[in-house]
């Protein structure tokens, strides 16, 4: 007879001792988690207590959180998926700790909240690459493909630390059926409808975001000491109701070059804003901190699109709309430097928008470059270029590259 335990049982059959646990494995069909009895051989009886054969299910059944019962790892790929992640796939990242709140939020939620309790030698591409598939219907494109990059990191981490001798992500691909990324951009008209419909101090911050693209993050941690009279000098940035002595990347602290017009809107600003010593805010909250970025978008940014009949309002599209109005004002590099952007395929890529009315100028000009030495004019068209109702016939041009003057084919039919 076997007794039942909290972490498996043994039975005696025959002359052997059996241990009988529940494992969580994935099915490979649909995708889902599903509970086996699996069952293991513990000894011969003649050899083993019915104490010692539940000490040694005990050890087996210890591998799947990664520990045996001495404390030891146990590296093997029976150690679950959620255990990995946070006992030796965490310790070793160096992030910040605004960004590791941020980056093990998204983990916790798209991937350990599925695979929590799954062995690491129970994954297969096929049952990944679904799982990504399924992430796609719902969340944005750049949360899917940061959902790959932790996929692949996680399990590159588990065959370096010798638990698997396979990594089940090398195939692993970015879907296909991936949300399309918001593009909005406004015009220059709209930009002006949105200065002339607020008051003094968001005119002046809009217009100081308009002009240099901050981020709001830079924008909101700006002090009275950032400016010295002709030029900002971000120092330093805010993030979830903390001052930070960082930016978003390297680029994003140093000096940003201001307009003659907006240092004197500045200046102006100065003498008008309740507070003006060195270590206030330049555009400070009523109770003279550092204004909320969520706060500020849901009470200014989000009414005023409504009453302009904006298609969208918000640091994201202000940053994208000056990227993308900027291309005819300099080069790629330019604006990467304007935006402060490490790379300049993200200016390029996910910032500046096609302009469909610069598209058709540039068209036009190379139509005109193109026949500035052959214009076309009515002594090179063959003299029956129309028909009698008018509609256009076989025509040629005199002096096209590569040809002489061709000579108009006729025929007849008789009928």
């Given at each position: 007879?076997?007794?039942?335990?909290?972490?498996?049982?043994?039975?005696?059959?025959?002359?052997?001792?059996?241990?009988?646990?529940r494992?969580?494995?994935?099915?490979?069909?649909?995708?889902?988690?599903?509970?086996?009895?699996?069952?293991?051989?513990?000894?011969?009886?003649?050899?083993?207590?019915?104490?010692?054969?539940?000490?040694?299910?005990?050890?087996?059944?210890?591998?799947?959180?990664?520990?045996?019962?001495?404390?030891?790892?146990?590296?093997?790929?029976?150690?679950?998926?959620?255990?990995?992640v946070?006992?030796?796939?965490?310790?070793?990242?160096?992030?910040?700790?605004?960004?590791?709140?941020?980056?093990?939020?998204?983990?916790?939620?798209?991937?350990?909240?599925?695979?929590?309790?799954?062995?690491?030698?129970?994954?297969?591409?096929?049952?990944l690459?679904?799982?990504?598939?399924?992430?796609?219907?719902?969340?944005?494109?750049?949360?899917?493909?940061?959902?790959?990059?932790?996929?692949?990191?996680?399990?590159?981490?588990?065959?370096?630390?010798?638990?698997?001798?396979?990594?089940?992500?090398r195939?692993?691909?970015?879907?296909?059926?991936?949300?399309?990324?918001?593009?909005?951009?406004?015009?220059?008209?709209?930009?002006?409808?949105?200065?002339?419909?607020?008051?003094?101090?968001?005119?002046?911050?809009?217009?100081?975001e308009?002009?240099?693209?901050?981020?709001?993050s830079?924008?909101?941690?700006?002090?009275?000491?950032?400016?010295?009279?002709?030029?900002?000098?971000?120092?330093?940035?805010?993030?979830?109701?903390?001052?930070?002595?960082?930016?978003?990347?390297?680029?994003?602290?140093?000096?940003?070059?201001?307009?003659?017009?907006?240092?004197?809107?500045?200046?102006?600003?100065?003498?008008?804003?309740?507070?003006?010593?060195?270590?206030?805010?330049?555009?400070?909250?009523?109770?003279?901190?550092?204004?909320?970025?969520?706060?500020?978008?849901?009470?200014?940014?989000?009414?005023?699109?409504?009453?302009?009949?904006?298609?969208?309002?918000?640091?994201q599209?202000?940053?994208?709309?000056?990227?993308?109005?900027?291309?005819?004002?300099?080069?790629?590099?330019?604006?990467?430097?304007?935006?402060?952007?490490?790379?300049?395929?993200?200016?390029?890529?996910?910032?500046?928008?096609e302009?469909?009315?610069?598209?058709?100028?540039?068209?036009?000009?190379?139509?005109?470059?193109?026949?500035?030495?052959?214009?076309a004019?009515?002594?090179?068209?063959?003299?029956?270029?129309?028909?009698?109702?008018?509609?256009?016939?076989?025509?040629?041009m005199k002096?096209?590259v590569g040809t002489?003057?061709?000579?108009?084919?006729?025929?007849?039919?008789?009928?």
């Amino acid at each position: 007879m076997g007794k039942s335990h909290q972490r498996g049982w043994v039975v005696e059959r025959g002359k052997k001792w059996y241990g009988y646990y529940r494992k969580i494995v994935l099915d490979p069909t649909t995708n889902e988690r599903k509970t086996d009895v699996l069952s293991v051989i513990l000894g011969i009886n003649s050899q083993l207590t019915k104490g010692a054969a539940r000490e040694a299910l005990q050890k087996e059944i210890a591998k799947q959180t990664g520990q045996n019962l001495g404390g030891k790892i146990m590296k093997d790929g029976s150690v679950t998926f959620g255990w990995f992640v946070r006992n030796r796939y965490y310790p070793l990242r160096d992030w910040r700790p605004e960004t590791e709140k941020v980056k093990k939020i998204q983990i916790e939620r798209d991937l350990v909240e599925k695979f929590d309790s799954v062995s690491l030698d129970a994954f297969e591409q096929f049952v990944l690459q679904k799982h990504l598939k399924h992430l796609a219907t719902f969340l944005s494109e750049d949360r899917v493909k940061h959902a790959r990059s932790y996929m692949k990191s996680i399990f590159a981490e588990a065959v370096e630390q010798d638990f698997l001798l396979k990594d089940p992500t090398r195939g692993i691909k970015i879907p296909r059926n991936l949300r399309e990324k918001d593009k909005t951009t406004l015009t220059w008209h709209q930009l002006r409808e949105v200065l002339a419909s607020v008051t003094t101090r968001d005119r002046m911050l809009l217009t100081l975001e308009m002009t240099d693209a901050l981020r709001p993050s830079e924008l909101f941690a700006l002090r009275w000491r950032s400016f010295d009279g002709s030029k900002l000098t971000i120092s330093e940035t805010v993030y979830r109701g903390k001052i930070r002595p960082f930016g978003k990347t390297e680029k994003s602290l140093g000096d940003v070059l201001l307009p003659k017009g907006m240092v004197d809107d500045l200046w102006l600003w100065k003498q008008e804003c309740p507070d003006s010593s060195p270590d206030a805010f330049v555009f400070p909250n009523t109770d003279g901190g550092f204004m909320d970025t969520g706060n500020y978008r849901n009470r200014i940014l989000i009414p005023l699109a409504e009453k302009l009949g904006l298609p969208k309002l918000n640091f994201q599209v202000l940053r994208r709309t000056m990227a993308t109005l900027a291309q005819g004002k300099g080069s790629v590099k330019d604006i990467q430097a304007h935006l402060r952007h490490s790379k300049a395929d993200t200016t390029a890529n996910e910032y500046m928008q096609e302009l469909p009315e610069s598209v058709g100028r540039m068209v036009e000009s190379m139509y005109e470059e193109l026949m500035h030495s052959h214009p076309a004019a009515s002594a090179d068209l063959l003299p029956n270029a129309t028909n009698k109702d008018g509609a256009p016939t076989a025509m040629c041009m005199k002096e096209m590259v590569g040809t002489r003057r061709l000579e108009l084919l006729t025929s007849t039919v008789s009928r």
